[in-house]
């Protein structure tokens, strides 16, 4: 414990940094904008991407403004329009996300009234009676708000933050009195000003609510403010006056979560809500909020006309008459823009260009559908609390494990973390903060690894000094990454040794100068040992021309007697490919032999109080050395053991006889392998099948079957060195039987 309190009280120093992000104490701004980019990405994967036939968007397109002149329209244009949609085509509601600030003069009416009042014709009873006749077809103000009285249509407005914001038009009553929310901390948006619609189609309308979304600190519209407290009045969105209205205009009330649930000190306000009567009896509609209560916009999908959220129509085309009227009978009409010069595009996490209306759009059919997704004030509470638990565990527990552990541990902690942010997100709509704790996590992780590098490397370095006197370079790395893992005391273990041997080395080093001899011995040991480097493999030494290597320690390997036979393969094509370069110097080609066996040995620092040497002793030790010897008894390459031969499935092997060798009275099967099973022709096959058949009537001292299927073998081969040396031993066998107990073992009396 006391090694790794540095290690500990550093992770707690990171999580107290976290723990005062999470409680709002001041923000760090890159977990704030990982937030946003989680919360958007979750946003895209869980849309429904399904279009709401419920709403359509009454578009002032490009199309309406080049028919119908540049915004804003005449307002008898605009009653027009309104008389066809509510006579002519029978929608429900319309809601305007515009606003009617200033007075419509486009008829001339002000220019007559000025005459009538104070110009040349003021005293013309003619005139005036004539501009009091025309008053009505020519007020296009009255003309509009006319056309509105009685019906459900909802107008919208807006509230400015700006410093110096003017204060125009007429506003709505406040939604709720004033005093409701007395007692509660919430976190209220500060404005200074307003813009709302004239006093005449303020009284006209059914009702009105402000437009203003709130964007975020990277530009992302994210959530719209329910209720806005503004001058000591609550004033409720567009989207909620639109549905309320729906609803035939029911009270509006806080909710807060009772006691028991959280603590009495919690004040948070967590949803409006609303009851209407359905017909089927009274239920209540709730619209869950954030501690500025503000809602998060649920939406449906892409933006736009092409989008496939709401159908768009042309108000050019309601103006003409060209819309089928199934298309707009009994829907909910947004009257919004999608022109670029009407500056109502926003960025929002499911596009950047994303028409303004379309944002209430989804707003009103997630009321009237109840689905959204909910940010409660007590999630700040939840945030502090997760990250609590989360990192006292990981800053425990992460210095007592190793790298692969640690590394472990931190991808279980974080797969964790997202499916649990994930489950709460999909199947209880709650939306937590994700990034602060998967940084958490990755920051932890990354300290425990950078001071286990930095400070912990230092008694590493020093493992990998004491055990690069024994072991070979390419594994001290390995093992340097756990040292408790590796000790030089000797142990039992399976491995599997190789033993290699150049043939006639004495009769090439007489041929060659001493510095062509240590050039050519130099390129064959660098050569063979880049071998065995490759696969893995423990050089334990050099003896003259000789080399020995060993698999599975210090490092083990459960396929150490694959790697060995691989090894073996590689080093004769390596040794060829040598020759070439010989051939080319003029120097003397090479054949080598190799012995590969397999068994359970000593391995370890062994040696004297002189010198010692971490390498292997036993049995299974001697005898690949004694066929390393026989390679040359046989004509081949490589000897392998049997027990090397019983474990390594994907190697052709031919067996070549059974041996006793000098030392041993239990006789061994040995083996040629002569390639990768995948690499295996039908020839090859075909001539082991003779061939074990040929061994089969060998050891049954059937001699004409055996001559027989040399002879096949022979013409299927005529290089192989084995068929002739069985083909002469048949010979010394007739003149000489065996007798009956003959065991068909071949007995070496030498080394």
């Known amino acids: 414990m006391k090694q790794h309190i540095v290690r500990i009280g550093l992770g707690l120093l990171v999580l107290s940094l976290f723990l005062v992000h999470a409680a709002e104490f001041f923000n760090i701004r890159i977990i704030s904008q990982l937030d946003a980019i989680i919360y958007d990405a979750r946003v895209r994967l869980t849309m429904p991407a399904t279009p709401d ?31 066809k949609l509510f006579t002519q085509y029978g929608v429900v509601m319309v809601g305007f996300d515009v606003v009617f600030a200033e007075p419509d ?45 009685g019906k459900p249509v ?32 919430i976190d209220w948006f500060k404005w200074n000003g307003h813009g709302a619609n004239l006093e005449v189609f303020q009284k006209s309308a059914l009702a009105s609510g402000l437009f203003n979304p709130i964007v975020d600190l990277d530009g992302v519209v994210r959530r719209v403010p329910m209720i806005s407290e503004y001058e000591g009045g609550y004033y409720e969105s567009l989207s909620l006056a639109m549905f309320r209205a729906l609803l ?67 108000l050019a085309d309601v103006y003409e008459g060209k819309v089928a009227q199934a298309d707009l009978k009994g829907k909910i009409a947004l009257w919004g823009t999608t022109a670029p010069g009407l500056l109502d595009l926003r960025s929002t996490p499911v596009g950047e260009a994303y028409p303004g209306v379309e944002i209430h759009a989804n707003l009103l059919s997630g009321m009237m559908s109840q689905n959204f997704k909910e940010r409660p004030p007590f999630t700040l509470g939840a945030e502090v609390l997760l990250l609590s638990f989360g990192g006292i565990v990981l800053a425990l527990l992460l210095p007592f494990l190793s790298p692969m552990r640690a590394t472990g541990v931190a991808i279980a902690g974080m797969l964790l973390i997202i499916g649990f942010n994930y489950f709460v997100y999909t199947r209880m709509d709650l939306v937590l903060p994700l990034a602060a704790s998967l940084l958490l996590t990755a920051a932890l992780f990354t300290l425990n690894m950078a001071y286990g590098y930095f400070v912990e490397s230092r008694s590493k370095r020093e493992f990998t000094a004491l055990f690069g006197q024994y072991v070979p370079p390419e594994l001290v790395d390995e093992m340097a990454r756990d040292p408790s893992k590796y000790s030089m005391e000797p142990k039992a273990a399976d491995l599997t040794i190789l033993f290699s041997d150049v043939r006639g080395f004495t009769t090439i080093s007489e041929s060659l100068s001493p510095g062509d001899l240590a050039s050519y011995i130099n390129d064959y040991l660098t050569g063979m040992s880049a071998v065995i480097s490759k696969n893995r493999g423990t050089l334990d030494k050099y003896i003259g021309d000789a080399v020995m290597a060993f698999w599975g320690a210090p490092v083990p390997d459960a396929e150490h007697a694959r790697q060995g036979v691989l090894t073996a393969l590689e080093m004769q094509k390596a040794a060829a490919e040598l020759n070439e370069k010989f051939r080319a110097k003029g120097w003397p080609t090479l054949k080598i032999g190799i012995g590969v066996n397999s068994g359970n040995v000593r391995v370890g620092d062994m040696g004297s109080k002189v010198r ?26 490589i000897l392998v053991g049997e027990a090397t ?17 000098k030392g041993k009275n239990e006789p061994v099967a040995i083996y040629e392998p002569l390639c990768m099973e995948s690499e295996a022709d039908k020839k090859l096959k075909d001539e082991l099948k003779i061939w074990r058949d040929a061994l089969k009537a060998y050891r049954a001292q059937a001699w004409d079957q055996v001559e027989m299927n040399l002879l096949n073998l022979q013409r299927m081969n005529p290089d192989c060195y084995l ?29």
């Not at 031969?645 to 060798?661: A, G, P, T, W």
């Open 612 to 637: 010692k040497a971490y390498t292997v002793m036993g049995d299974p030790v001697n005898l690949a050395s004694r066929l390393e010897g026989r390679t040359k008894e046989y004509g081949v390459g």
């Open 105 to 149: 003069v486009s008829s001339g009416i002000r220019t007559l009234e000025s005459l009538a009042r104070d110009g040349a014709l003021k005293d013309n009873e003619q005139f005036r009676g004539e501009l009091e006749r025309l008053r009505p077809a020519l007020d296009y103000d009255a003309r509009f708000a006319k056309a509105m009285a």
């Open 248 to 314: 035939g205009s029911p009270n509006l009330e806080p909710g807060y979560p009772p006691e028991r649930f959280l603590s009495k000190n919690y004040q948070g306000l967590e949803w409006l809500e609303m009851k209407s009567n359905t017909g089927s009896g009274v239920r209540a509609f709730r619209i869950p909020v954030d501690k500025t209560v503000s809602a998060l916009v649920p939406y449906r999908g892409r933006g736009g006309p092409k989008g496939n959220s709401f159908r768009y129509i042309s």
């Open 53 to 83: 036939e419920r709403i359509v968007i009454l578009d002032i397109d490009e199309k309406s403004l080049g028919k119908l002149g540049r915004w804003p329209w005449s307002r008898d244009k605009m009653a027009e329009l309104i008389d």
């Open 645 to 661: 031969e019983k474990v390594v499935k994907d190697v052709i092997f031919k067996e070549l006889d059974r041996i006793r060798v």
């Open 154 to 185: 909802v107008l919208g407005y807006y509230l400015s933050s700006e410093d110096n914001a003017e204060k125009s038009g007429t506003l709505p009553p406040p939604v709720m009195p004033s005093g409701t929310f007395k007692g509660r901390t």
């Open 723 to 751: 068929y002739e040396k069985y083909a002469e031993r048949v010979i010394q066998f007739r003149r000489n039987p065996p007798g009956p107990n003959w065991d068909g073992v071949t007995t070496f009396d030498e080394k």
